[in-house]
Protein backbone atom coordinates (compact mmCIF):
# COMPACT_ATOMS: atom_id res chain seq x y z
CA UNK A 1 0.00 0.00 0.00
CA UNK A 2 1.43 3.07 -0.71
CA UNK A 3 1.98 6.44 1.08
CA UNK A 4 -0.02 8.73 -1.48
CA UNK A 5 -3.26 7.66 -2.71
CA UNK A 6 -3.58 8.33 -6.75
CA UNK A 7 -6.65 6.95 -9.17
CA UNK A 8 -5.26 3.92 -10.35
CA UNK A 9 -6.66 5.21 -13.92
CA UNK A 10 -7.50 8.30 -15.75
CA UNK A 11 -8.44 8.87 -19.46
CA UNK A 12 -9.24 11.41 -21.10
CA UNK A 13 -10.23 12.40 -25.90
CA UNK A 14 -6.90 14.57 -27.61
CA UNK A 15 -7.30 17.95 -26.82
CA UNK A 16 -9.31 17.49 -23.46
CA UNK A 17 -7.87 18.30 -19.82
CA UNK A 18 -7.62 15.74 -17.33
CA UNK A 19 -6.65 16.16 -13.73
CA UNK A 20 -4.60 13.21 -11.33
CA UNK A 21 -4.67 13.83 -7.28
CA UNK A 22 -2.87 12.61 -5.10
CA UNK A 23 -3.87 12.33 -1.68
CA UNK A 24 -1.72 12.08 1.78
CA UNK A 25 -2.05 13.67 5.19
CA UNK A 26 -0.55 16.85 6.56
CA UNK A 27 2.69 14.56 7.39
CA UNK A 28 3.65 14.93 3.94
CA UNK A 29 1.53 16.65 1.24
CA UNK A 30 -0.16 18.87 3.95
CA UNK A 31 2.72 19.61 5.52
CA UNK A 32 4.96 20.43 2.61
CA UNK A 33 5.22 22.57 -0.73
CA UNK A 34 7.42 19.72 -1.61
CA UNK A 35 5.07 17.93 -3.92
CA UNK A 36 6.67 17.02 -7.29
CA UNK A 37 5.44 14.48 -10.89
CA UNK A 38 6.83 12.35 -12.77
CA UNK A 39 5.98 10.86 -16.14
CA UNK A 40 7.10 7.56 -16.74
CA UNK A 41 6.76 5.97 -20.44
CA UNK A 42 6.90 2.09 -20.88
CA UNK A 43 9.63 0.67 -20.48
CA UNK A 44 11.40 3.97 -19.71
CA UNK A 45 13.10 5.91 -16.55
CA UNK A 46 10.59 7.82 -14.93
CA UNK A 47 10.53 12.32 -16.05
CA UNK A 48 9.99 15.16 -13.38
CA UNK A 49 7.72 17.30 -14.98
CA UNK A 50 6.71 19.48 -11.85
CA UNK A 51 8.28 20.21 -8.72
CA UNK A 52 7.51 21.90 -5.72
CA UNK A 53 3.84 21.61 -6.00
CA UNK A 54 3.56 24.06 -9.31
CA UNK A 55 7.10 24.39 -10.98
CA UNK A 56 7.62 23.42 -14.58
CA UNK A 57 12.04 22.10 -14.89
CA UNK A 58 12.83 23.63 -17.74
CA UNK A 59 11.78 22.42 -21.25
CA UNK A 60 8.75 20.60 -20.07
CA UNK A 61 5.83 21.68 -21.74
CA UNK A 62 3.15 24.29 -20.34
CA UNK A 63 0.23 21.95 -20.83
CA UNK A 64 1.38 20.46 -17.30
CA UNK A 65 0.42 22.21 -14.18
CA UNK A 66 0.39 21.51 -10.38
CA UNK A 67 -1.52 22.87 -7.78
CA UNK A 68 -2.15 21.70 -3.50
CA UNK A 69 -5.16 21.99 -1.78
CA UNK A 70 -4.60 21.00 1.92
CA UNK A 71 -3.61 17.21 1.95
CA UNK A 72 -4.23 16.83 -1.90
CA UNK A 73 -2.22 17.60 -4.83
CA UNK A 74 -2.94 17.90 -8.09
CA UNK A 75 -1.72 17.41 -11.45
CA UNK A 76 -3.57 18.91 -14.53
CA UNK A 77 -2.52 18.04 -18.42
CA UNK A 78 -4.64 20.31 -20.78
CA UNK A 79 -4.62 19.48 -24.63
CA UNK A 80 -3.77 15.67 -24.04
CA UNK A 81 -2.26 14.32 -26.53
CA UNK A 82 -1.33 10.89 -27.57
CA UNK A 83 2.06 11.09 -26.54
CA UNK A 84 0.86 12.01 -22.73
CA UNK A 85 -0.57 8.23 -22.57
CA UNK A 86 1.73 6.61 -19.65
CA UNK A 87 2.10 6.58 -15.55
CA UNK A 88 2.09 9.27 -13.70
CA UNK A 89 3.14 9.23 -10.04
CA UNK A 90 3.35 11.89 -7.20
CA UNK A 91 5.88 12.33 -4.32
CA UNK A 92 5.93 13.85 -1.51
CA UNK A 93 8.37 15.03 1.55
CA UNK A 94 7.55 13.71 4.65
CA UNK A 95 8.16 13.88 8.48
CA UNK A 96 9.38 10.61 10.15
CA UNK A 97 11.19 7.98 9.33
CA UNK A 98 10.29 7.64 5.28
CA UNK A 99 11.50 10.97 4.25
CA UNK A 100 10.19 10.37 0.55
CA UNK A 101 7.03 8.76 -0.31
CA UNK A 102 5.39 8.11 -3.51
CA UNK A 103 1.78 7.66 -4.56
CA UNK A 104 0.93 4.05 -6.23
CA UNK A 105 0.81 5.68 -9.60
CA UNK A 106 -1.86 6.08 -12.50
CA UNK A 107 -2.29 5.03 -15.96
CA UNK A 108 -3.27 7.89 -18.09
CA UNK A 109 -5.00 6.46 -21.51
CA UNK A 110 -5.97 9.06 -24.22
CA UNK A 111 -8.74 8.01 -26.15
CA UNK B 1 25.80 15.18 -21.63
CA UNK B 2 24.28 15.22 -18.15
CA UNK B 3 23.38 11.09 -17.16
CA UNK B 4 23.62 8.64 -14.89
CA UNK B 5 24.31 5.12 -15.75
CA UNK B 6 23.77 2.00 -13.22
CA UNK B 7 25.43 -1.24 -13.45
CA UNK B 8 26.05 -4.18 -10.94
CA UNK B 9 22.08 -5.81 -11.44
CA UNK B 10 21.28 -10.01 -12.36
CA UNK B 11 20.34 -12.59 -10.83
CA UNK B 12 20.83 -13.62 -6.95
CA UNK B 13 19.67 -16.02 -4.75
CA UNK B 14 17.65 -15.23 -1.11
CA UNK B 15 20.09 -14.02 1.38
CA UNK B 16 23.40 -13.47 -1.35
CA UNK B 17 24.31 -9.74 -1.61
CA UNK B 18 24.73 -7.65 -4.84
CA UNK B 19 26.59 -4.11 -5.20
CA UNK B 20 25.30 -1.97 -7.90
CA UNK B 21 26.76 1.58 -8.88
CA UNK B 22 25.99 4.47 -10.53
CA UNK B 23 28.62 6.80 -12.29
CA UNK B 24 26.88 10.16 -13.18
CA UNK B 25 28.61 12.72 -15.95
CA UNK B 26 28.29 16.14 -16.99
CA UNK B 27 27.46 17.68 -13.61
CA UNK B 28 29.23 17.98 -10.20
CA UNK B 29 28.57 15.22 -8.59
CA UNK B 30 29.63 16.13 -4.98
CA UNK B 31 26.96 19.07 -4.68
CA UNK B 32 24.06 16.94 -4.75
CA UNK B 33 22.23 14.72 -2.83
CA UNK B 34 21.70 11.31 -4.44
CA UNK B 35 19.20 8.51 -4.42
CA UNK B 36 18.11 4.81 -5.08
CA UNK B 37 14.62 4.13 -6.25
CA UNK B 38 13.33 0.65 -7.27
CA UNK B 39 10.53 -0.44 -9.15
CA UNK B 40 9.33 -3.85 -9.12
CA UNK B 41 7.79 -5.62 -11.95
CA UNK B 42 4.39 -3.90 -12.73
CA UNK B 43 4.63 -1.86 -9.70
CA UNK B 44 4.98 1.58 -8.82
CA UNK B 45 7.89 3.22 -7.38
CA UNK B 46 9.31 3.15 -4.30
CA UNK B 47 12.35 5.22 -2.91
CA UNK B 48 15.05 2.96 -1.61
CA UNK B 49 17.76 4.92 0.28
CA UNK B 50 19.40 8.66 0.05
CA UNK B 51 22.52 9.89 0.65
CA UNK B 52 23.96 13.72 1.23
CA UNK B 53 26.54 15.18 -0.76
CA UNK B 54 29.43 14.43 1.13
CA UNK B 55 28.04 10.96 2.29
CA UNK B 56 27.75 11.61 6.18
CA UNK B 57 24.12 11.53 6.23
CA UNK B 58 22.13 8.36 5.12
CA UNK B 59 18.48 7.56 5.26
CA UNK B 60 16.45 4.40 4.12
CA UNK B 61 13.10 2.76 3.82
CA UNK B 62 12.14 0.43 6.43
CA UNK B 63 12.01 -2.53 4.69
CA UNK B 64 15.81 -2.60 3.47
CA UNK B 65 17.15 -0.84 7.11
CA UNK B 66 19.83 -3.24 8.26
CA UNK B 67 19.92 -5.21 4.87
CA UNK B 68 21.19 -2.20 2.18
CA UNK B 69 23.99 0.17 2.31
CA UNK B 70 24.16 3.34 0.38
CA UNK B 71 27.76 5.34 0.08
CA UNK B 72 29.41 7.40 -2.13
CA UNK B 73 33.00 7.94 -3.55
CA UNK B 74 32.67 11.79 -4.47
CA UNK B 75 36.91 11.60 -5.94
CA UNK B 76 35.79 8.73 -8.12
CA UNK B 77 32.63 9.95 -9.15
CA UNK B 78 30.31 6.88 -8.22
CA UNK B 79 27.50 6.36 -5.93
CA UNK B 80 26.85 2.72 -4.54
CA UNK B 81 23.99 0.64 -3.21
CA UNK B 82 25.35 -2.54 -1.42
CA UNK B 83 22.41 -4.92 -1.05
CA UNK B 84 23.01 -7.68 1.63
CA UNK B 85 20.48 -10.70 2.88
CA UNK B 86 18.52 -10.23 -0.17
CA UNK B 87 14.86 -11.09 -0.71
CA UNK B 88 11.98 -12.09 -3.45
CA UNK B 89 10.61 -8.74 -2.58
CA UNK B 90 13.42 -6.97 -3.21
CA UNK B 91 13.49 -7.68 -7.21
CA UNK B 92 13.12 -4.59 -8.84
CA UNK B 93 14.81 -2.46 -11.54
CA UNK B 94 16.80 0.03 -9.68
CA UNK B 95 17.26 3.19 -10.54
CA UNK B 96 20.28 6.15 -9.58
CA UNK B 97 18.86 9.83 -8.73
CA UNK B 98 19.85 13.46 -8.39
CA UNK B 99 18.02 15.27 -6.07
CA UNK B 100 16.88 18.81 -6.86
CA UNK B 101 14.71 20.96 -5.01
CA UNK B 102 13.07 17.77 -2.78
CA UNK B 103 12.41 16.03 -6.53
CA UNK B 104 14.53 13.69 -8.22
CA UNK B 105 15.59 15.39 -11.70
CA UNK B 106 17.94 13.03 -13.24
CA UNK B 107 17.44 9.55 -13.42
CA UNK B 108 19.27 6.38 -14.69
CA UNK B 109 18.19 4.05 -17.13
CA UNK B 110 18.06 1.19 -14.30
CA UNK B 111 19.62 -2.17 -13.37
CA UNK B 112 17.40 -5.31 -13.13
CA UNK B 113 18.17 -7.22 -9.89
CA UNK B 114 16.34 -10.23 -9.76
CA UNK B 115 15.98 -12.89 -6.37
CA UNK B 116 15.36 -15.84 -7.05
CA UNK B 117 16.37 -19.79 -6.33
Known amino acids: QSALTQPASVSGSPGQSITISCTGTTSDVGGYNYVSWYQQHPGKAPKLIIY???NRPSGVSNRFSGSKSGNTASLTISGLQAEDEADYYCRSFASGSTPVVFGGGTKLTVL | EVQLVESGGGLVQPGGSLRLSCVPS????????MSWVRQAPGKGLEWVASTNPDGSERYYVDSVKGRFTISRDNAKNSLYLQMNSLRAEDTAVYYC??????????WGQGTLVTVSS
Open chain 2, 97 to 106: ARNWHYAFDL
Open chain 2, 26 to 33: GFTFSRFW
Open chain 1, 52 to 54: EVS
